[in-house]
């Protein structure tokens, strides 16, 4: 019954900033829970972006993003985002929100932990 949806995706130039945003449905946040951000270029493995444990806002990002990125959620909204700031051609890639719902271990890194996806949105930076 769960459902992600993300949207905000789009071609930047190098340098540039979007917003991704991953609308949830059949849950809301305040549940708890975690949410993650993926992302898989062609010929490359799905990686770990960033995440956020939801019941007490803790995030984590991939050293890669840290500094650039930066994931939060809106609980009126039901709805997380990663804002991207300084983007580079080797971010550009598919990216995906994803959930898991009954955790009681720490945060996890690995897309085999979580269960539910979205469908993914292109970001593309080039010049």
């Known amino acids: 019954q769960v459902q992600l949806v993300e949207s905000g995706g789009g071609l930047v130039q190098p340098g540039g900033s979007l917003r991704l945003s991953c609308a949830v449905s059949?849950?809301?946040?305040?549940?708890?829970?975690?949410m993650g951000w993926f992302r898989q270029a062609p010929g490359k493995e799905r990686e770990f972006v960033a995440g956020?444990?939801?019941?007490?806002?803790?995030?984590s990002y991939a050293d890669s993003v840290k500094g650039r990125f930066t994931v939060s959620r809106d609980n009126a909204k039901n709805t997380v985002y990663l804002q991207m700031n300084n983007l580079r051609p080797e971010d550009t890639s598919v990216y995906y929100c994803?959930?898991?719902?009954?955790?009681?271990?720490?945060?996890?890194?690995?897309?085999?932990?979580?269960?539910?996806w979205g469908q993914g949105t292109q970001v593309t930076v080039s010049s």
């Open positions: 956020i444990r939801l019941g007490t806002g803790r995030t």
């Open positions: 994803a959930a898991r719902i009954f955790v009681f271990t720490g945060f996890s890194t690995s897309d085999s932990d979580y269960r539910y």
């Open positions: 059949g849950r809301t946040l305040s549940n708890g829970g975690d």
